[in-house]
């Protein structure tokens, strides 16, 4: 009983000493406090407003819910704060994507449009989900993604192949379906000039 009693002395002379240390503090001191305090409450409710938008996100089929049983922060969370798409292509940013993810995971068009937007991949088209899903197609036909053939609104599902987890061949991979890409990219951009040089004529 004198055990207890004394705990709870030393508590309430805890606290009034901590409300007396706070009280005297000078004006600047307590304003910070109350600052951080708000911005805290702001914090926690804007996280009860993600885990909603969250939930529905996972529903419609845009984020993964294995996203939250990583080690420290979610992958998500992750691309939020670092922005790693901003200065790359698609491609690149895709493969990036698939790299990240477990061994035996597969992703929809759904899943990599969410991770590069959240990353800060900035699409030039309004239709992200066609530039996703017609980059996704070429991966697929250049064996650098494999293809899972899924009906309905969902569709198709991707996975790295297994041969990518395999030492240096995964950097060899990217290397070879990225300098591929910049090769379409720049027949493409020679075409449309001309194009262009040819109506003008």
Known sequence: MKAITKKRLTCTTYARTLYEV????DASSRQ???????????????????????????????RQPLLDLAWGDALDVKYAKEQPFTHCSLVDACLKIFAAQRITDYLTKSQVEYLAVVGGFPFSTKNRKNSVDVTLRRLAEQEALEVERVGGHIGNRYRLPLS???????D?????????????????????????????K
């Open 22 to 25: 706070i009280k005297t503090m």
């Open 32 to 62: 910070l406090i109350e600052t951080l305090a708000d911005l805290r409450r702001k914090i926690a409710d804007f996280e009860r407003q993600a885990d909603g938008i969250k939930t529905a996100l996972e529903t419609l089929g845009y």
């Open 164 to 170: 990518f987890w395999k030492g240096s061949m995964r």
């Open 172 to 200: 060899d991979m990217f290397e070879s379906v990225i300098q591929t890409d910049k090769q379409r990219a720049e027949e493409r951009s020679k075409q449309d000039a001309a194009s262009t040089k040819d109506e003008h």
